[in-house]
């Protein structure tokens, strides 16, 4: 499966992003679908996973109440709706899928989000 992701770019602090990815087969033969992000010099660390059902299963500490992901299986996408971000969001975010009843994961290649006056 390929996982194509996008909606990254520069907002201001205080601003509003939607990121979209989009599987290159349908997500109801995904098991659990989950956003990613790795800052410069850290590691890569999980920012929300939703469940095929669409029911979001984790969200980071850091994102609560800001972030919200979403997942419509007819158009084989999720979302990713970023409101008042703060420069500490600044960072590449990757799409990932687990799929088969070994959770295989794949990756998308990764949007910049880059939040600064």
């Known amino acids: 499966v390929q996982l194509q992701a996008s909606g990254g770019g520069l907002v201001q602090p205080g601003g509003s992003l939607r990121l979209s990815c989009t599987a290159s087969r349908a997500t109801l033969s995904i098991n659990d679908m989950g956003w990613y992000r790795q800052a410069p010099g850290k590691q890569r660390e999980l920012v929300a996973r939703?469940?095929?059902?669409?029911?979001?299963?984790y969200y980071a500490d850091s994102v609560k109440g800001r972030f919200t992901m979403s997942r419509d299986n007819a158009k084989n996408t999720v979302y990713l709706q970023m409101d008042s971000l703060k420069s500490e969001d600044t960072a590449v975010y990757y799409c990932?899928?687990?799929?088969?009843?070994?959770?295989?994961?794949?990756w998308g290649q990764g949007t910049q989000v880059t939040v600064s006056s």
């Open positions: 990932n899928a687990l799929i088969g009843i070994f959770n295989d994961a794949y």
């Open positions: 939703i469940k095929r059902t669409g029911s979001v299963s």
